[in-house]
């Protein structure tokens, strides 16, 4: 019997584990890095009077990769069993035979089975499909998909579309995925445009049984990574569904697998199915197929570990899930990962049971007051919706994280609501190309120049809470309507604001009557009532009220508002009258969009050297992901001040690209009508 059990891993999926721990009555012991020391995971194991360990450094490299450290930690905190989760180490089949060549019980698969497995070429060869030769690739093959042999999640994964890129994408992805999993290995295979990612979740005992529990549909990614699952995947054919059942036990059985894993596919639009890959571990998205089979997962792999059989019969499926990932990120800005303070997660409804009723569910590694830190994946939490029906379930999961309180970085909420709401998804015709042909519509921002627009009404509430805030410090009691305050009109007072993301600047201009305030800009709106925390306006005889939260300025920004309101919620950052100093940086400066660490620069980079606009520079690694940093203009580079290995900070100067047409030497001469005049020059 398992007793105390170290959780491998970090954030949402240890919190996870730890939950059924508690249910079972296991002890949890947390591992952390130094960035992870006071995070949720190690909270939630030490309240549970289990342990936690460090690992030293920050870097997956040197903490959560590294199986010696794992297995010292297993011992010294005296546990007798190691779920390795997801990511990192769990499809390793060096640290599954170190933690069992320690003494411990490893929760998941034999090693020969996460070998024949783990590796992505070596799957496909144990499934009969031959490898694809990246020398020997022609126009014809194209497009081409690279990637990573080992891991997953969408990192070390790249599209070519043109033959001349593949050498400088294989780098690409070997680098990125020797940084998140420690093998560089790439793969290249034909890239089907317009398919669905679907999958199968499997589940086998040391007895000979093995179940299938449904499929499910995975295919809104982002990058190549998931962003919205659900269970069952919709509109398959009974034959298709049978298919991919059989072919998912035949996986299993080949290798003699035993506990949690998936079996997933490509169903190209004509219905073929195409074998990717089995995932030897759970899989991110496992929620869906715990609400819809009533089952714990977790649970099963702990019972199949201790060498327990399978119930005799699977259960049998009711309703439809449907999860939502939120992460830090900026969709708008090429989903660039967001760090600072995490100030609020709630869901507009509480989590409820499970059933045939509706339920939400939410798992996170982040409570209020925690940090997102560069470090590691940019999940914040899982949102996961089930009902009786699949309309059902997307209208709750929808409504759900529309009227959430997401209260810090930036996020790709409201892409979410717009995804789950789209008449694509709506009609589960999506696939894997839904991002590549909407995320333009779904990431723009709602015309805001007619009429009391929501954002002038999010405005003019931070500006009257805030108000209403400074009144109540002073010991003065703020009148619903703010009569009674003045006997003659006062003057207009005036507040400024920066939307995040996007940097839209809007203001908002209001007065204090004896009738009440009146908005300059506004006209027709009335304020209902004014508090620190909630703003209640009127609008054409439609009233709604406005949540109102401000967070004083911290380590990783400045004074910050969110305004959450049924017309949608935004992050405002008041302006300064003053200007800011951080304004003052030379032209051309390159910025670094993120805080991270620059893995390589741009064969042969130096100063002097001329560049054009969009050309890539250097590469960042933020969040266990490469992202790509590219000249601002063209002209000529006259600073760099990145190197590989060197940290940056967001806005950190990493280099200057002087323009051709601002250098002395470079102003048109005059010439002869009969020569031809150079047209080059700054892009429009």
Not at 178 to 199: L, S
Not at 298 to 306: D, I, M, N, T
Request: glycine fraction near 8%; aromatic fraction near 4%.
């Amino acid at each position: 019997m398992i007793r105390t059990l170290l959780v491998a891993n970090r954030g949402e999926i240890a919190c996870r584990v730890f939950r059924t721990c508690r249910e079972l009555g296991i002890t949890p012991v947390a591992v952390h890095s130094d960035a992870d020391a006071g995070a949720l995971h190690v909270r939630t194991a030490l309240a549970a009077g289990g342990a936690a360990v460090r690992l030293p450094g920050t870097a997956s490299a040197q903490t959560y990769l590294r199986a010696d450290l794992l297995v010292a930690a297993a011992l010294s905190a005296g546990a007798d069993a190691v779920h390795p989760g997801y990511g990192f180490l769990s499809e390793s089949a060096e640290f599954a035979r170190a933690v069992a060549a320690a003494g411990l019980t490893w929760v998941g698969p034999p090693p020969d089975a996460i070998e024949a497995m783990a590796s992505k070429t070596r799957a496909k060869e144990l499934m009969g499909l031959a490898p694809f030769d990246p020398a020997k690739a022609v126009e014809a093959d194209l497009p081409l998909l690279v990637k990573a042999a080992a891991g997953g999640g969408g990192r070390g994964m790249r599209v070519v579309r043109d033959l001349a890129a593949l050498d400088a994408a294989l780098a690409s992805a070997s680098a990125e995925a020797a940084a998140a999993f420690g093998d560089g290995a790439v793969f290249v295979e034909p890239y089907v445009e317009g398919g669905r990612h679907v999958e199968v979740q499997v589940l086998s005992d040391t007895h000979g049984d093995v179940w299938t529990l449904g499929t499910r549909d995975c295919s809104l990614q982002r990058r190549h990574q998931k962003v919205v699952e659900e269970a069952p995947a919709p509109g398959l054919a009974a034959e298709v569904e049978t298919s991919l059942a059989d072919t998912a036990v035949r996986a299993a059985r080949s290798i003699g697998y035993v506990g949690a894993g998936t079996v997933e596919f490509l169903l190209a639009p004509d219905g073929r199915a195409q074998f990717l890959e089995m995932n030897t571990r759970l899989q991110v998205e496992h929620p869906v197929t715990e609400a819809v089979y009533g089952v714990d997962l977790v649970a099963l792999q702990l019972r199949v570990a201790e060498g327990a059989p399978l119930p005799p019969d699977p259960p049998r499926p009711s309703g439809h899930a449907v999860e939502a990932r939120l992460y830090a990120e900026d969709p708008a800005a090429d989903f660039t990962p967001q760090t600072g303070t995490l100030h609020r997660l709630t869901l507009a409804t509480a989590p409820a049971a499970g059933g045939e009723a509706p339920a939400l569910r939410l798992d996170t590694g982040y409570a209020a007051g925690d940090t997102v830190t560069p470090y590691y994946d940019a999940l914040l939490a899982k949102v996961v919706a089930h009902a009786p029906t699949r309309a059902e379930a997307v209208r709750l999961l929808a409504t759900a994280l529309h009227g959430a309180r997401v209260h810090g970085p930036t996020t790709n909420r409201d892409l979410l609501v717009r995804s789950l709401r789209h008449e694509e998804f709506a009609r589960a015709e999506m696939t894997t190309a839904f991002y590549d042909r909407h995320l333009a519509e779904l990431t723009r921002q709602p015309d805001e120049t007619a009429g009391a627009a929501p954002l002038q009404l999010a405005a003019l509430a931070a500006a009257l809470a805030d108000a209403a805030a400074r009144h109540r410090a002073a010991g003065a009691v703020l009148p619903a309507r703010f009569g009674g305050w003045r006997n003659v009109p006062s003057q207009a007072q005036a507040k400024a604001y920066r939307v995040e993301p996007g940097g839209a600047e809007v203001e908002v201009r209001y007065r204090l009557t004896r009738d009440g305030v009146r908005a300059d800009d506004l006209p027709g709106v009335r304020v209902l009532a004014a508090a620190p925390d909630r703003v209640v306006l009127e609008v054409a005889g439609v009233a709604r009220a406005f949540d109102v939260a401000a967070y004083a300025p911290g380590p990783a920004g400045g004074h910050q508002v969110h305004v959450d309101s049924p017309h949608g919620s935004y992050a405002l950052r008041p302006l300064s009258r003053f200007p800011d100093p951080r304004a003052d940086t030379p032209a051309g400066s390159l910025l670094a969009p993120m805080p991270g660490t620059v893995v390589r620069l741009a064969d042969g980079l130096a100063p002097g050297q001329s560049v054009r606009q969009g050309q890539p520079l250097l590469w960042l690694e933020a969040m266990k992901m490469e992202h790509k940093v590219t000249a601002p203009a063209s002209g000529v580079l006259t600073a760099l001040h990145a190197a590989p290995g060197r940290q940056v900070e967001v806005g950190a100067l990493l280099a200057v690209v002087e323009e051709a047409h601002d250098r002395p030497d470079e102003q048109p001469q005059e010439q002869p009508q009969e020569q031809p005049q150079d047209q080059e020059g700054p892009p429009p």
